[in-house]
């Protein structure tokens, strides 16, 4: 084989290996267009790796905390403050929740953040 073909081939392993382990784990991304709020975390770390988009990272890291303020009274909220969320969850191999991904929109704003036990 070729150096080159073989230099594909091995690529294509690779990128191939790399989405299917990353397939059932969060990946705590920033999107193009939003701002990283590493300061903004609730619930003794539990939420934590924020970013938003339209609004600062001090009010993120405000609803964060009144997030897990309300989630601290049953179910993970699906609206608060004007905000809708959406709540991705990842599961362990015994069926566990062990991390979620939240984004929460309210008009422009966005917030995301994630969950990880």
Same mark, same amino acid.
């Given at each position: 084989?070729? #150096?080159?073909?073989?230099?594909?081939?091995?690529?294509? $392993?690779?990128?191939?290996?790399?989405?299917?382990?990353? $397939? &059932?784990?969060?990946?705590?991304? /920033? #999107? !193009?267009?939003?701002?990283?709020? #590493? &300061?903004?975390?609730?619930?003794?770390?539990?939420?934590?790796?924020?970013?938003?988009?339209?609004?600062?990272?001090?009010?993120?890291?405000?609803?964060? *905390?009144?997030?897990?303020?309300?989630?601290?009274?049953?179910?993970? #909220?699906?609206?608060?403050?004007?905000?809708?969320?959406?709540?991705?969850?990842?599961?362990?191999?015994?069926?566990?929740?062990?991390?979620? *991904?939240?984004?929460? /929109? !309210?008009? *422009? &704003? /966005?917030?995301?953040?994630?969950?990880? /036990?």
């Amino acid at each position: 084989m070729r #150096p080159a073909a073989a230099a594909a081939v091995l690529a294509g $392993a690779l990128v191939l290996a790399t989405y299917a382990g990353a $397939a &059932d784990r969060p990946r705590h991304d /920033v #999107p !193009r267009g939003y701002t990283r709020c #590493p &300061d903004a975390e609730a619930w003794n770390g539990f939420f934590k790796w924020a970013s938003a988009r339209g609004t600062t990272c001090r009010h993120t890291a405000n609803f964060i *905390r009144a997030y897990a303020r309300q989630a601290t009274h049953g179910d993970m #909220p699906r609206r608060l403050h004007g905000f809708r969320c959406r709540i991705r969850y990842w599961r362990n191999e015994d069926g566990d929740i062990h991390a979620s *991904r939240h984004k929460c /929109v !309210r008009r *422009r &704003d /966005v917030i995301r953040f994630y969950g990880m /036990v």
